[in-house]
């Protein structure tokens, strides 16, 4: 079982930055590949970023690709999403979420837990 809860999330011009950053609590976070997805109002919670246990490998969505940042520090259980030059269309709740499997997905499904979701409000 894994305990995920987020922060960072909060209101920012077109072109500014926030760093949303995922504490996970429970046993061997080391072994989950861990992802963020996110969900604006009236649509499907999207895939926007994840990273493999040891970090070697991240993938992200196009729409974020060259903007956005992921990255893990295992010794103290969390995850982090660097998000730069952010745009109106960014406007979402943002979710961490932990997969058991193998390799990574952009599947919401394919992971087993999620955190409550933090905030992200872009205004032009």
């Known amino acids: 079982q894994v305990q995920l809860v987020e922060s960072g999330g909060g209101l920012v011009q077109a072109g500014g930055s926030l760093r949303l950053s995922c504490a996970a609590s429970g046993r061997r976070f080391v072994n989950y590949t861990m992802a963020w997805f996110r969900q604006a109002p009236g649509k499907e919670r999207e895939f926007v970023a994840t990273?493999?246990?040891?970090?070697?490998?991240?993938h992200y969505a196009d729409s974020v690709k060259g903007r956005f940042t992921i990255a893990r520090d295992n010794a103290i259980n969390s995850v982090y999403l660097q998000m730069n030059s952010l745009k109106p269309e960014d406007t979402a709740v943002y979710f961490c979420a932990a997969r058991a499997g193998p390799g990574y997905s952009t599947n919401d499904a394919m992971h087993d837990y999620w955190g409550q979701g933090t905030q992200v409000t872009v205004s032009s």
């Open positions: 990273i493999t246990p040891n970090g070697a490998t991240t």
